[in-house]
Each structure stands twice: as structure tokens, then as C-alpha cells.
């Protein structure tokens, strides 16, 4: 098994005036490549610091963060989201697509910012669009969809430049049920055709779907499950 992200030790403190908040305690972890994760834990125990870490929108207190060989501490800002655009996809739980643009656009987004040729950008972004099963929106606006048709354009987006790692953070829980599910299997079949996918979930009927699964408590790993490889 290959290490895609390999965190060591890893703390962040938020300081605000005298008071300090430690988010995240001395948390290790390996991601192989291939790899479905859930991570749930009580309300401020420290998911989405975690993930906004993995994600390279936040840097840690201290600690190692290597992802895809690289060590990312030693990164400049301009190199942070060269490597964000390139190896990772984040999908938010409130979607977070741009409402003046159309749902081909908002794909498109990571490979214009990437420089890729506009023939090499449409094909892409058809593609990414079929894949999720929103083919037929194409020049629609995202206020113009669903909840779960939302999150499945946000899906292409984060998938659209081919990224080792997507990160998604609740992608359920502006959702009903039947959008939920439909979006988690969606996840799991991506999955299936190779994508690591890292999750933090509040739904303990999805993070049982995962092949791990990871509690944080206070900002610690509490337990961690592994599914056994038959
Ligand atoms: N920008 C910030 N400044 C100060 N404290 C913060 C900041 N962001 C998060 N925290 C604190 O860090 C801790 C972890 O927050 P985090 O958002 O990672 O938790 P979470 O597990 O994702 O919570 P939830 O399930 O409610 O989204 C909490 O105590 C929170 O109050």
C-alpha cells in the first residue's frame, strides 16, 4: 500500500486574546492511497480543523504533514495552493458554488485556474458532469438546483483536476435522507474507481459505510476501526 498523507504529531492552538484552544492534540495518521475514511466525533472535538489541515487551508501549531511525498511545511503560499489545486478536492457542506456562475463554470473553476486549454477544460468538465449525473444542467445556476443536485456539482468540481485526495466535510448534513444517500453512494462508487477519499461525518449510518473510521475526542484519536481485508 502506497502513503498518500502521512500527518505527524500534529497540534493546532487557536489563540484569541488569553484564551487558548487546543484543537488538535498530537495527531498521527497515514492515508494510503485508496483509502475510504470517516471521521466523527462529538461537536468541537476538532473534524474540521483537521480536514481544513489536510486541505491545506490551514496550517498546523506543529508537526509534519506530507502529502503525495511532499512535505508541506516548507511550502510558500504560492506553492500551498499550486499543491491544493493540484492534489486535492474539497467538497463543503454548504456546497459553496459561485451563484453568478453556471454549473459548467463553476467545474471548470480549478482547471481555468490551472491554465488547462479550453477543449481540454470542456471534455474534462462533460465528463466530470456524466460521471455525477448532472449532465442535463449544464447552463443551469446553482440556485436553480437541488440540495443533492448542489452537492453533486460540487463533487465534479473537487474532482474535476484529477486530485489523490478529496476531503469532504459533511456532505450530507444540508441534505434530506434521500439526497444524503444518494450522495453517499455516490462517494462510495467514486471510491470504488479509486478516489481516497477522507469524509468527516456526524452520521454514524455513513461512517459505518466507510472502510475506516476514525473518532476524535478533544481533539485526540479516540479509537480507530479498520474493516479487515478478507
Ligand atoms: N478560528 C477559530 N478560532 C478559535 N477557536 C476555534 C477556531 N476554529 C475552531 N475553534 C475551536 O477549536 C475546536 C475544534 O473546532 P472544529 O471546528 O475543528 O470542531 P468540529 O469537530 O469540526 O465541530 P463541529 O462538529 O461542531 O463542526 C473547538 O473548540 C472550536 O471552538
Redesign the pocket.
Known amino acids: 500500500m502506497t502513503a498518500l498523507v502521512t500527518i505527524n504529531n500534529i497540534n493546532k492552538v ?1 489563540s ?1 486574546g488569553q484564551v487558548k ?1 487546543h ?1 488538535l492534540q498530537d495527531v498521527s495518521l497515514t492515508i494510503n492511497k485508496g483509502e475510504f475514511i470517516a471521521i466523527s ?10 480536514l481544513s489541515i489536510l486541505g491545506l487551508l490551514d496550517t498546523p501549531t506543529d508537526g509534519d504533514y506530507q502529502l503525495a511525498n511532499i512535505d508541506t511545511h516548507s511550502l510558500n503560499v504560492d506553492q500551498r495552493s499550486s499543491v491544493r489545486n493540484k492534489h486535492i478536492g474539497y467538497v463543503f457542506q454548504s456546497f459553496n458554488l459561485i451563484d453568478s456562475l453556471t454549473v459548467f463554470e463553476n467545474v471548470a473553476l480549478p482547471l481555468e485556474h490551472r491554465g488547462t486549454p479550453s477543449k481540454d477544460i470542456k471534455a474534462a468538465v462533460e465528463q466530470q458532469l456524466a460521471a455525477v449525473n448532472m449532465s442535463a444542467r449544464l447552463h443551469h445556476k446553482p440556485s436553480q438546483l437541488s440540495g443533492g443536485q448542489q452537492q453533486r456539482v460540487a463533487i465534479a468540481r473537487a474532482l474535476v483536476g484529477n486530485p489523490d485526495l478529496l476531503l469532504v466535510d459533511e456532505p450530507t448534513g444540508n441534505l434530506d435522507s434521500q439526497n444524503g444517500d444518494a450522495v453517499m453512494r455516490l462517494l462510495l462508487e467514486l471510491n470504488k474507481q479509486g478516489a481516497t477519499v477522507v469524509m ?1 461525518t ?1 452520521d454514524e449510518r455513513y461512517s459505518q459505510m466507510a472502510q475506516r473510521q476514525i473518532r ?1 475526542f478533544d ?1 485526540k484519536v479516540l479509537v480507530e476501526h479498520k474493516e479487515a481485508v478478507a
Not at 462529538?42 to 474540521?48: A, E, H, I, R
Open positions: 487557536y484569541k484552544t484543537a466525533g462529538s461537536s468541537g472535538c476538532g473534524k474540521s480543523t483537521l468527516v456526524h476524535l481533539g
